[in-house]
């Protein structure tokens, strides 16, 4: 009698426990749902996040249409890619290359590129089918000096080009862009297909 009686109690325990009552299962589903969604806002609000890329400015980088990882967080060095809101033009993100760090001395002079007074490769640039005239109008020479009265990038700024350099908008025309105002880097590319991977920087 008593293995039988411990036997219906158990079996009525787990009855119970299975019989859990719908408005339960529907608010641990709900919030379940809560917790899944905050965390992947959480995800896009401080750490990564998808753009994509408008216009011609970063080609052959990169190319109108393309979509990227971005990333918020960790520290920002020389040629990495990195977004920003538009100076002057609100509700508008740039994507451009970092050029200049905190204390270096830019200039740029017969179509080379020269930093803290060393010759830089721009491996990342393609101005072959570009016309002399218009590289010299659109390419032409400057330094820091010329452009913003300065010798040096500021400290926690930087001075960013677009690879396309006849065809962008960059620090050259709205000056410097200031640390705070960086909205993350991005080195990886996730659409289309046939690009995906990483976007090759200079050492």
Request: a negative charge.
């Amino acid at each position: 009698m008593k293995d039988s009686s411990y036997k219906n109690n158990s079996e009525t325990i787990k009855d119970k426990k299975q019989d859990k009552p719908l408005y339960q299962e529907l608010l641990s589903t709900f919030v379940y749902i809560i917790i899944i969604t905050g965390v992947f806002l959480l995800i896009r609000l401080y750490i990564v996040a998808p753009v994509s890329v408008e216009g011609s400015s970063m080609e052959p980088t990169l190319q109108d249409g393309d979509h990227l990882l971005l990333n918020k967080i960790g520290d920002i060095d020389r040629f990495d890619v990195i977004v920003f809101p538009a100076p002057e033009e609100n509700g508008k993100q740039f994507i451009k290359r970092v050029i200049g760090l905190p204390g270096d001395e830019i200039t740029f002079q017969d179509q080379t590129l020269f930093i803290n007074g060393e010759t830089i490769e721009e491996d990342y640039i393609d101005l072959s089918n570009v016309s002399d005239a218009d590289l010299q109008s659109l390419n032409s020479d400057f330094s820091l000096d010329s452009l913003e009265d300065v010798e040096q990038v500021p400290e926690d700024s930087y001075f960013v080009l677009g690879d396309n350099r006849v065809n962008s908008k960059d620090s050259r025309s709205f000056g410097f862009i200031d640390k705070d105002n960086v909205t993350g880097k991005t080195s990886l590319r996730i659409w289309p297909l046939d690009r995906i991977g990483f976007i090759d920087s200079p050492e």
